[in-house]
């Protein structure tokens, strides 16, 4: 039988995916595993249906990362917060306490946790198929001694602390923008990792509400373009000291740094 990739290669490219190439390969090497299977794999690539999920796996911070449909697939601008953490705290026997604010696939946590041997963590999600998740890939980054999953509305009955990092990528694209995403994110990534309410900023609003209710710790918090100013702001709103915005490999602002120690609060004036 003739090599079926170069024809797979053509109808991807036909159907708009953006990587025909690399999406074949990994197609196809997944295929190897499950003899058989190629042309059904790439039919559901057709469809455009995420590589990640197909496989069931997405690489991040070089680390390789369980996946499936409900969970957010890893992003590699995500890894600006984990370059962040490296920058702020540099050597790696730091007994950090980490705090991960929608965890997901838990890949945050774990690369942190690889970064830092002496640190241990705790991973928030709201979602019990990303606490599963998580778990399985905390399980297989022999990370289980040190990483804790617990179900949680961001920051709200939070116990423990306290916390010398936290980091937290949240949904952040504004409700009106979902419709206009690549059918990639749009028809398979879930909604409640996405959508950030009217402006995108509903979950970073609830975060600063709760940042400043932990009183310690240096938070990084990713955001969307276009969105710098606004957290910033309402960051500030909550007596918060932005420190920086450090931008993504491609020049977007990313990742809002900021110390959680507020600010002396403005007397009140009595009557
Ligand atoms: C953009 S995803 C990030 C996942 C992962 N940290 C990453 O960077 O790939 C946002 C995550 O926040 C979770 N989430 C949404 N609302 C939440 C809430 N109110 N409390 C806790 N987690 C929430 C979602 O279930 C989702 O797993």
Redesign the pocket.
Known sequence: MSDPRPAAIRRLSAAGVGNPRLDSRLLWDYAQRNPGQFEALVKRRLAREPVAYIIGAKE?WSLEFEVEPG?????PE?ET?VEQVLDRFPGSSAPLKIL??????????VALLKEYPNARGL?????DQ?LVVAGRNIARHDLTARAEIRR???L?DLAGGPWDVI??????IPSGDIAGLEPEVRDYE?L???DGGPDGLD?VR?LAAGFRRLGSGTAFV?IGAGQAESAQSLMAAEGLSVHHVAPDLAGIPRVVVTGLAVRAPAKKVLE
Not at 71 to 75: A, C, G, H, K, N
Not at 123 to 127: A, E, L, M, N, P
């Open positions: 991040f969970i957010l697939i890893p992003r995500t917060i991960d604010l929608g965890t997901g696939s838990g890949c945050l946590l991973g928030i999600d709201g979602s990303a949680g509305n961001w709200n980091v937290s990528n949240p949904p952040y879930p409640g990792a996405l979950a609830a990713e």
